[in-house]
C-alpha cells in the first residue's frame, strides 16, 4: 500500500484527480475512452475478418496496427494517469486486476496474428484454425477488459 499510497499523493495525480481544470480528469478521461474505442474496434475489424465475415483482401488490413500502437500508446498514458490518481482504491479492486490481465491477454494475441496480415502472400494465404482461435481470444478478452473496467465503476465507492 505504500507505492500505491506514494503514487496517490504525487502532484501529477493529485492534479487529475482534484483540479476542477477540463483538461485534468475529463479530458484524461475522453482520450481514454477515445483510444479504447480505435483500438477495440481496429482489433475487431481484423479479428472478424480472421473469422471469415467480409472478403476484403487481408493485405489491406495493415493499417490496423499502426492504428492499434498509437491507441495501445494513448491509452498506457492515459491508463496510468487515471491509475495514479486513485491508487490506493484501484490497485486493490479485483475488476481492474481482472482488466489489466485481460489487456494484456488481447494484445499478445495481436502479435501471431501480425504474421498473417503482413505476410507477402496474406490474400492467397489460407485462414487456419490458430488464427481463428486467436481472433476469438481477442474478442472474448478486449469484450472482458471492456466488462471489467465498466465493473470498476460499480464496485469501488469512491
Known amino acids: 500500500m505504500g507505492l500505491l499510497n506514494w503514487l496517490e499523493a504525487l502532484p501529477l495525480s493529485v492534479w487529475v484527480h482534484e483540479s476542477p481544470s477540463i483538461w485534468a480528469q475529463p479530458t484524461v478521461l475522453t482520450l481514454h475512452t477515445m483510444g479504447m474505442g480505435v483500438l477495440v474496434g481496429a482489433c475487431w475489424i481484423l479479428d472478424l475478418r480472421l473469422l471469415g465475415i467480409g472478403r476484403i483482401p487481408l493485405s489491406h488490413f495493415r493499417w490496423v496496427y499502426r492504428a492499434v500502437a498509437v491507441a495501445l500508446l494513448v491509452n498506457v498514458v492515459?491508463?496510468?494517469?487515471?491509475?495514479?490518481?486513485?491508487?490506493?482504491?484501484?490497485?486493490?479492486?479485483?475488476?481492474?486486476?481482472?482488466?489489466?490481465?485481460?489487456?494484456?491477454?488481447?494484445?499478445?494475441?495481436?502479435?501471431?496474428?501480425?504474421?498473417y496480415v503482413l505476410a507477402k502472400d496474406a490474400d492467397q494465404r489460407a485462414i487456419d484454425s490458430r488464427a481463428r482461435m486467436l481472433a476469438i481470444a481477442s474478442i472474448l478478452a478486449w469484450t472482458g477488459a471492456i466488462t471489467a473496467g465498466r465493473l470498476l465503476a460499480y464496485t469501488v465507492a469512491g
Not at 79 to 85: D, I, K, P, R, S
Not at 108 to 113: D, E, G, H, Q
Request: charged share 10%.
Open 78 to 115: 492515459t491508463g496510468v494517469l487515471l491509475f495514479m490518481a486513485r491508487a490506493s482504491l484501484w490497485g486493490t479492486a479485483f475488476p481492474f486486476l481482472i482488466k489489466i490481465l485481460l489487456v494484456i491477454a488481447s494484445a499478445a494475441t495481436l502479435l501471431p496474428l501480425r504474421s
